[in-house]
């Protein structure tokens, strides 16, 4: 997110103008609807009709009929240049932005920013659009921009298959391929970075690749999603302490080197190929120990030599030659024919 911006206007003081025109109790209702008083606590309808004894409908009436006898009023007029800046604010930073986002650029104060979400309410220029399953609440200023940027998010969203990773300039690009027809201005990395943060379905993990929310490859969950993205971004069979150090390093959680061997185990995504070197099941490496080894690869390629069952083994396995060697002497499991290849038992 971008640093804060300095706003030529104080937020407080433009409040305290629009609602001066309004009843001591009205005041009162929209101070405490939106966190205008000296607690920057919002209050419920129920709460505000408790205080003073009427019905929820009867605050909400006295708080739509105060904030349009606002739009109507001299001072509503008076409030239009911080209108016009907080407009270029939003365009400037894609034109729609998740409502969470908006505020943190705009202040880090929780009190001040509830006097700037006012402004925005009262402000007949910016839409609100609330949550819903497929967008956070967010702000916009471009109708018809805002349902196109919607629009590309769900089309990149449906392109995801469930537990995809994709790099963030790879997203970058996939999304400026479902959104061409969006003004060339907007078309920068902080503003896609922005747009793809209105999503609730698509996020990115700790690791900096993005992915739908509902995948564990996203929101990690435990220690064996940890040790999952762990050896996914190593690329190659990594050993389990070195896995629980980079979970310690990467997810800022704590990983004890037994814990995370015990969740290795016990989960099938991980494949145990040497003495405590894991890789994922997904690269293509077989299941069991070297013994299963041996036995799948005579079941998928029939009869074979000692030296050519040891090459294959070693694909799978980081182990000694003369560890292969012991299993395939075993009578139990595996037989010798005279041509010198091996077959099971």
């Given at each position: ?42 209050m ?66 929780p ?26 609440h ?54 896609i ?32 999603d ?21 979970i ?19 989960d ?64 139990k ?13």
């Open positions: 997110m971008t640093e804060k911006i300095q706003l030529t206007f104080k937020p407080k003081q433009v409040t305290k103008h629009l609602l001066s025109l309004l009843t001591k109790r009205g005041r009162d209702v929209i101070e405490s609807r939106y966190g205008l008083g000296s607690k920057a606590t919002k419920t309808l129920d709460a505000i009709g408790k205080k003073y004894g009427i019905t929820r409908e009867r605050v909400r009436q006295i708080e739509n009929h105060s904030l349009i006898a606002i739009r109507k009023s001299k001072e509503y007029k008076d409030t239009q240049p911080t209108f016009t800046e907080l407009k270029e604010v939003i365009l400037n930073l894609g034109g729609i932005v998740a409502e969470k986002d908006l505020l943190k650029y705009l202040s880090k104060d009190a001040t920013q509830n006097h700037l979400n006012f402004i925005l309410v009262v402000g007949e220029e910016f839409k609100r659009e609330k949550e819903d399953e497929d967008f956070k967010r702000w916009h200023v471009d109708p018809e921009l805002a349902k196109k940027i919607q629009n590309s998010l769900k089309k990149l969203y449906s392109r995801l298959s469930d537990d995809e990773l994709v790099l963030e300039g790879d997203l970058i690009n996939n999304f400026l391929d479902e959104c061409k027809d969006v003004n060339e201005k907007y078309k920068n990395e902080e503003v970075k922005r747009w793809l943060s209105i999503s609730h379905k698509i996020d990115k993990n700790p690791l900096g690749e993005w992915g739908k929310t509902s995948s564990p490859n996203v929101n990690a969950k435990g220690m064996r940890y040790a999952f993205l762990v050896i996914r971004k190593h690329g190659s069979p990594i050993h389990f302490k070195e896995v629980a150090k980079a310690s390093q990467y997810f800022d959680k704590k990983a004890h080197v037994a814990t995370t061997h015990n969740e290795l185990i016990k099938p995504r991980f494949v145990l190929v040497g003495r405590g070197l894991y890789a994922l099941a997904e690269w293509g490496y077989m299941s069991g120990v070297v013994k299963d080894v041996i036995r799948k690869i005579i079941e998928k390629e029939g009869p074979l030599t000692k030296d050519k069952i040891i090459d294959k083994v070693l694909k799978e396995r980081y182990v000694k030659e003369n560890t292969i060697m012991v299993n395939l002497q075993n009578s499991y595996f037989k010798k024919d005279k041509e010198g290849r091996y077959s099971i038992a």
